[in-house]
């Protein structure tokens, strides 16, 4: 029965990149596909001692794409602004 068990195409479980709670449980004849597009692929270098994911990365690079032109857009317009009131103050003045 164990051995049945241990090779069933029918048993529930878990993915082998994360826990059950991130990827859920699959049927173990569907897991393969699961793999190949699972977004938890831990590091390669996990034996010497990494713990990042491919999401954590994947995670980060999102992030800068999205924050990125908004603090360069802020930049630009704090130098314009700031040269603006130079010019403005030299009117002035």
């Not at 699959?26 to 994911?53: A, E």
Request: aromatic content about 16%.
């Amino acid at each position: 029965m164990k051995q049945h068990e241990d090779t069933c195409e029918y048993a529930v479980v878990a993915c082998p990149n994360s826990n059950s709670e991130i990827c859920g449980l699959h049927r173990r004849q569907s897991l393969q596909k699961h793999i190949d597009s699972c977004q938890h692929v831990p590091c390669p270098h996990r034996n010497k001692g990494c713990t990042v994911h491919q999401t954590d990365f994947i995670d980060f690079v999102a992030i800068f794409w999205i924050y990125f032109p908004l603090w360069y857009f802020y930049c630009f317009m704090f130098d314009y602004f700031s040269l603006l009131d130079i010019a403005v103050t030299e009117l002035i003045v």
